[in-house]
């Protein structure tokens, strides 16, 4: 079984610059999630969604961060602009559901650099 | 609000002895689930285990030992004869309503040989 695909796995900007990320989730996940881990921290929700609805988004930047799951499979995060807080890892997750207890899948992230 | 706090940020060990992680929560629910996961130098995080509100029972898995107490709110884990491969960032993990999952700050275990 496929695991969570990300890509890319690395990306440097400049601030004030636009970056997107993209996850595949696990074939079937309906649940998939967004994280950021900034350096020495533990990953942090960004936003949650349950196929193509988003379930929580309240730690979500709003002003600058946005995500879509068009279709309830694969998932972008963009960040516009970019400032220097936001160099961190970007990870993806999946689960097959939202329900409480089930174990999430985590891709191998998006090292994101801002300079 | 839910929290998890990890008050061990690194640790460094000799290859074969025991090390114990240590994990405490906040919650005021009283369902809810507790997660231990790895993350080694390549960054994707490696689910070890789940263990939930009403489960108290300890779990060996192993090398690996789980020692969860509500009494104290605490969730440790226990590498028994650790290895150079144990060597990574662990995070303990608390999950409640619609599995958003708060993460403690992770420690960082270095095993030498």
């Known amino acids: 079984e496929a695991g969570v695909a990300q890509s890319p796995r690395y990306k440097i900007i400049e601030k004030r610059q636009s970056v997107a990320f993209w996850c595949n989730p696990i074939?079937?996940?309906?649940?998939l999630y967004w994280y950021q881990q900034i350096l020495g921290q533990g990953p942090k929700l960004l936003i949650q969604f349950q196929n193509n609805g988003v379930v929580d988004d309240s730690q979500l930047p709003k002003d600058r961060f946005s995500a879509e799951r068009l279709k309830g499979v694969d998932s972008t995060l963009k960040i516009q602009p970019a400032k220097l807080e936001d160099s961190a890892v970007y990870l993806c997750?999946?689960?097959?559901?939202?329900?409480?207890?089930?174990?999430?899948?985590f891709g191998p992230g998006t090292r994101l650099t801002v300079t | 609000a839910q929290k998890v706090t990890q008050a061990q940020t690194e640790i460094s060990v000799v290859e074969k002895e025991d090390v114990t992680l240590d994990c405490v929560y906040e919650t005021r629910d009283t369902t809810y689930y507790l997660f231990w996961y790895k993350q080694p130098p390549s960054g994707e995080l490696v689910f070890l285990i789940r263990r939930n509100s009403f489960d108290e029972q300890n779990e060996i898995s192993g090398r690996y030992s789980w020692n969860f107490q509500k009494s104290t709110s605490s969730f440790n884990f226990t590498i028994t004869a650790s290895q150079v491969v144990d060597s990574a960032v662990y995070f303990c993990a608390l999950s409640v309503y619609n599995n958003d999952m708060r993460f403690g700050a992770g420690t960082r275990l270095t095993v030498k040989p």
């Open positions: 074939s079937g996940h309906a649940t």
């Open positions: 997750a999946s689960t097959l559901s939202t329900g409480r207890g089930n174990e999430q899948y």
